[in-house]
C-alpha cells in the first residue's frame, strides 16, 4: 500500500472513530436516564432511535468540518484545535438540548448532558492529544513530510525557513531557498539553496513539491510573484504569499471575491474566523442559560427596586455599539428617577478622568442601588442585550453618547470595531478605578490579542473580583 493511500485510510479511521465517540457520548447519556428511569417514557420506535441517532452523528461529522478541525494545523498552537473540539461539543450538547424542549425528549435533562459532556470532552481531548503525539513521532522519523520550496532568501526567506524546519515533528521538509543570483551568493551555509528562480520552474516540473513559500518584498518584486503564482498555478502547485506589505499590526487582511475578482479588505474589525463564529453562539447560548438560570434572582431585584424607590424597575440609555451603531442598553435602575437631568449639575464633581463620569458618592445612586453596583448586579438585565445581538458576553464597555462625543483622541475609536461587552480586561486591572487611557488600552489589547481561550479566563477571572465588589462606584 503506498505512502499515499495509507495516509488516507487513517484519514478515515480517525473521523469514524471520532463518529463513534458521539455515539459512544449518547449510548452515555442514554444510560443516565435509564438508571433514573427516564428513557422508558422515550415513545420511539428503537429503528427511529437508531436513525435520529444516525443523523445526529452525522451532523457532528459535519460540524468538525465546517470549523476546519480536520484540517492540517502544522504550525498552528495546539491550544486553539482543542478549543475548537470543546466548542463543537457545547454546539452539539446545545443542539440536543433544544432538541429535547421541543421534541418532549429526555436530551435536555442534565443528567443526561452531564454524563454526555463528560465523555465527549474525555474521548475527544485525549484522542486528540494521542493523534498529535503519533503524527509528531511519525514526521520525526521522516513520515507524513510537507515538501516546501521557499522564493526569497532575503531576510523574511530565512526567518521563514527557521520556523519551518527548528523542529522535525513539524513535519516540513525544506526543498531549498530560491532566488536571484546576488542573494543566494550572500546566503550562507545555514540553509539549503534551491537556485535561480527559473531552476525553481524547473524543479517543479519535474520533483515532488507540496507547496511555494513566497517571501518576497511586493514593492520590488510583484512582477516575480505574478510570475511565480501564475505558474505554480500552469504546474498543479499550491503556492502561498508570505509577504507582509503591511504591518501585521495595523489591520486584519481577508481575501474576498466580488464579482470573481479577488480584492483584499484591510480592517480594524478583526478576522476571528471560526472562533469568531462560536463566540457569537456561546454568547447567545450562555446569555439564555444564564437568563434563565437567574431569573429567580433577577425577579427578587425587581421587586426590591420597586419597594426601595420609585420608577422603573429598568433603565435603558442609548449606548454607541460595534462600528457606532446605537442601540438600547438595559440595567437595573440604581438612581433616582430623573438622575440623567441631575447630571449637568454635577458634571463640577467629575472625579474620573477623560470624557466618562464617575463620583465615589453620587447622590443620585439609591441605597439599594449603591449595593447593586458594588456587586454588578444591576449589569444582568443586559444579557438580554446579549441575546439581542448588541453586546458579548466578554468586550469593551459599550459607553454612553455624551462620553463618546467627548473623545479627544481619534485611536480611542478603534474600540468600537467589535461588539461590546458585559466584562472585559478593564474588570481584572481595577475597574472604575483606572484612568480612561489605561482603560481603552486594555481593550484595544484584547481587540488586537483575542481568543475564545482569553474571553474563558477574564470570565473566570471576573466572578471573584464583582464578589469582591472590588474597585467599583
Not at 449518547?26 to 428513557?39: M, R, S
Not at 443542539?95 to 429526555?106: D, E, I, K, Q, R
Request: charged share 20%; net charge positive; with cysteine.
Amino acid at each position: 500500500m503506498s505512502n499515499v493511500a495509507k495516509r488516507f485510510l487513517t484519514f478515515r479511521l480517525f473521523q469514524a472513530w471520532e463518529v463513534f465517540i458521539f455515539f459512544a457520548a449518547l449510548v452515555a447519556g442514554i444510560k443516565a436516564l435509564d438508571e433514573l428511569g427516564l428513557w422508558d417514557t422515550v415513545e420511539m420506535s428503537f429503528g427511529a432511535q437508531i436513525a435520529v441517532i444516525a443523523g445526529l452523528s452525522a451532523l457532528w461529522s459535519v460540524l468538525i468540518h465546517r470549523l476546519d478541525l480536520y484540517s492540517s494545523r502544522r504550525l498552528v498552537n495546539r491550544g486553539s484545535e482543542l478549543i475548537g473540539v470543546v466548542i463543537v461539543i457545547l454546539v452539539s450538547a446545545g443542539l440536543l438540548s433544544v432538541m429535547g424542549a421541543l421534541l418532549n425528549f429526555p436530551t435536555n435533562h442534565p443528567a443526561f448532558l452531564s454524563r454526555f459532556l463528560v465523555v465527549a470532552i474525555v474521548l475527544m481531548v485525549s484522542g486528540r492529544l494521542v493523534s498529535r503525539v503519533f503524527l509528531h513521532a511519525a514526521r520525526s522519523r521522516g513520515r507524513n513530510l510537507r515538501f516546501v520550496a521557499v522564493a526569497g532568501a532575503g531576510s523574511e526567506g530565512q526567518r521563514l525557513s527557521r520556523k519551518l524546519t527548528n523542529k522535525s515533528s513539524n513535519g516540513f521538509e525544506l526543498i531549498g531557498l530560491f532566488d536571484d543570483q546576488a542573494h543566494l551568493d550572500r546566503l550562507g551555509n545555514e540553509f539549503p539553496k534551491g537556485g535561480t528562480f527559473c531552476d525553481l520552474k524547473q524543479y517543479l516540473m519535474k520533483e515532488p513539491v507540496d507547496e511555494v513559500l513566497i517571501a518576497l518584498p511586493m514593492g520590488s518584486h510583484y512582477k516575480t510573484i505574478m510570475e511565480l503564482l501564475e505558474y505554480c498555478e500552469r504546474v498543479g502547485v499550491s503556492a502561498r504569499v508570505m509577504n507582509e506589505f503591511v504591518n501585521h499590526t495595523c489591520s486584519d487582511v481577508s481575501l474576498e471575491f466580488i464579482d470573481g475578482t479577488p480584492s483584499l479588505q484591510f480592517s480594524r474589525e478583526k478576522n476571528w474566523g471560526w472562533q469568531g463564529k462560536a463566540k457569537v453562539f456561546l454568547d447567545w447560548f450562555l446569555a439564555v442559560a444564564a437568563l434563565i438560570g437567574l431569573s429567580p434572582m433577577l425577579l427578587l431585584v425587581a421587586l426590591l427596586i420597586k419597594l426601595d424607590s420609585p420608577g422603573p424597575v429598568l433603565f435603558s440609555q442609548t449606548r454607541v455599539g460595534k462600528n457606532k451603531k446605537h442601540f438600547k442598553l438595559y440595567k437595573f435602575r440604581t438612581m433616582v428617577q430623573d438622575a440623567e437631568a441631575m447630571q449637568a449639575r454635577l458634571e463640577a464633581h467629575n472625579e474620573a478622568g477623560g470624557p466618562v463620569f464617575k463620583m465615589r458618592s453620587d447622590p443620585r445612586v439609591t441605597k439599594l442601588g449603591g449595593f447593586l453596583r458594588r456587586y454588578s448586579i444591576d449589569e444582568l438585565p443586559q444579557l438580554f442585550n446579549v441575546v439581542l445581538g448588541n453586546m458579548s458576553i466578554v468586550g469593551p464597555r459599550p459607553l454612553p453618547l455624551r462620553d463618546v462625543q467627548r473623545f479627544e483622541h481619534d485611536w480611542y475609536s478603534r474600540r468600537f470595531s467589535v461588539r461590546p461587552g458585559l466584562t472585559c480586561s478593564w474588570v481584572l486591572a481595577g475597574r472604575s478605578e483606572l484612568e480612561f487611557d489605561d482603560w481603552v488600552q486594555l481593550d484595544l489589547d484584547y481587540i488586537d490579542h483575542w481568543s475564545l481561550g482569553k474571553d474563558v479566563s477574564i470570565c473566570l477571572n471576573t466572578i471573584p473580583r464583582v464578589l469582591r465588589g472590588s474597585g467599583a462606584y
